[in-house]
């Protein structure tokens, strides 16, 4: 069986079980956002994450913007687990034939997302390839694995709550690829979310701060992927309503406008915030510290439901082709 | 200009110059074989290190062999800091038509070099890409800034020595792509010099815990370029001998065997052995933790002669193709 059949996720999962672990690793390989590991009394939240010309970067994308979206999906993953950025790097394999300039250019908008999140870039590699290919990896610090916002920590009864408005950043793709006939100011406020998306790692961090087992995924792979993906993790299940997902009234005016299917927008991903659980007690304290759009609850009965219909798990998967 | 004309290692170097970096961070973008940053009174020592099909792995290695090699080409890196291993990442850019069989094959490489430096595979990311790419990231600590080995660390008067034999690893490659008509035991002497290379962790770490102002860098872009990369970032010269170079007989009878001209047998890299610069009176403790082979002196007379003779500074880069 190749990779394209049996699909990524899977592929990764099952390779990384029962490799190499030293106690002090908390969170091991494929088990969550980032992995965890002990070092002189903090919690090291580390991941790696790389992109493709032809996968991720469409054609229309600057440079710029995609320095900022390397650098953007590094520090997500941090935010997934509650974690202060610390460093990132960032392997370049690089076509011969790109310009200084344009190199430079990516690099820019690297620089830019990690002063964005007080992050230091610290070094990289550059070799040469076929495909314009970014890999980064960062790292970031929690003080206890008390703070980690883990994919395990849901309960029935915890409420699930989402940090921003989902479905904007296909809105921004579409309109890059397909340049609909709508509005330049509708387009201007939609194409951001897909071109200079902007990682929750503040928010995170507060709600990490909180220590208030509360668990935490970004959705960028589609908010009801990352739902059944907290649910599997936690071996519990999800009632959402529809009626109470964050929707940007951009959103509603480009599905209106464009005909798109409200629903292949929303599950899409590609948005960078964060589907995170709270203890119902605790949800009151957690929305002041951020932001927080309660869209349903965990249930002990496994599965997505969403206003009672039960969701399929697919999400966003590298080898596989969207539904 | 494109990157092709300037040549990667500028490029990189360039680009590095200027990028955010906060005071914590001790060694930065560019600056070493890896950046290191302070956390909690430990300095944590970080490198990505990205190899792809076509450039790194001829077709003859086996799908293990490729998983050892990025996973040593990482640990090396960390080496040459004096760092001790934690962790590693592997992020895999990988062709649809592969064989799952085929990546946990690398997955086992990869597990099995880990192993070996007591360095936790912690986790990964998988995507879709034309070209199989194989970027690692690793992690590690040494307990003060005193203990890193840095390139600039050398001083006239310093002895500059070789942790092992060079020319082994040129010997290996050839052997796979050519297949010269050479014994069979003469092959598989020299084969895993190429194919399964051994970071120097262990002895690089003995010598860290020295505090004694030592350089390091691994030769894996030649000896010579190694020479002159620790020459240059420490504004300093070096006077080699080449009588003195730590020389395989199994290398001397390749080349006799072949014809291949020693030196560039010995110029060509992927040797997994360090350089190393020691103060003149540390030089006997020093040998007493790790085997070193002395090679010449380090001078104030810049760039580096081989028996009184100025060599090129041209080593291994990514993006010129070699004399």
Known sequence: MNVEQEGEKRVVEKLARGLTSARSVKVKAGEDDCAS???????????????????????????????????????SDLAAMGA????????????????????????????????EHSCSYVGGDTK????????????????????????????PG??????????????????????????????????????????RTREARKLAQMKARIAAMDITDGVFYTCSEIARASGVGMD????????????????EKTGKPLMKLLSYGEDYELVVTVPEKKLKAAAKKTRLYPIGRVSKKKGVRLDGKTLSARGYDAFKSRA
Chains 1, 2 share one sequence.
């Open 37 to 75: 590991t002990s070092l002189a009394g903090k919690q090291l939240v580390q991941t790696t994450d790389i992109m493709l010309r032809k996968t991720h970067f469409p054609k229309k994308m600057s440079y710029e913007q995609i320095g900022m979206k390397i650098a953007a999906a590094n520090l």
């Open 84 to 115: 202060e950025p610390l460093t990132l790097l960032i392997a370049f394999g690089v076509p011969p034939t790109l310009e200084q300039n344009q190199l430079k250019r990516i690099m820019s908008g690297v620089s830019k997302t990690c002063k």
């Open 158 to 199: 915890d409420i699930v709550c989402l940090t921003g408005s989902v479905g904007n950043a296909a809105c921004g793709l579409l309109i890059l690829i397909e340049n609909p006939r709508i509005a330049t100011k509708l387009k201007n406020k939609l194409l951001p979310a897909f071109t200079h998306p902007k990682a």
């Open 240 to 255: 959402l309503e529809s009626g109470k997902l964050p929707l940007s009234k951009e959103l509603l005016e480009f599905a």
């Open 128 to 155: 040469k390839a076929r495909e314009l290919t970014l890999c980064g990896s960062a790292t970031g610090v929690v003080n206890s694995e008390k703070e980690l916002l883990k994919r395990t920590n849901a309960k």
